[in-house]
């Protein structure tokens, strides 16, 4: 995906991780911004399958 969708999908599913899980909004937006530059040049599916793993576990527990 694009370098914009990537950051879209990220902030949504790094949202609903803070929402859901309750970590610190600051500490997770520094977290997605790493990881966008991480991702950028990896694999649709990989980019995809991590970003369902934050939605899913949180940003926390996913980056383990």
Do not use: C, F, T
Not at 23 to 44: C, N
Request: charged share 30%.
């Amino acid at each position: 995906m694009n370098e914009e969708e990537l950051k879209r999908q990220l902030a949504e599913a790094g949202g609903i991780s803070v929402w859901m899980n309750n970590s610190d909004p600051v500490a997770a937006g520094m977290k997605m911004a790493s990881l966008a530059h991480y991702l950028k040049d990896k694999p649709d599916a990989e980019q995809r399958a991590i970003i369902n793993d934050i939605r899913i576990r949180g940003i926390d527990d996913a980056l383990k």
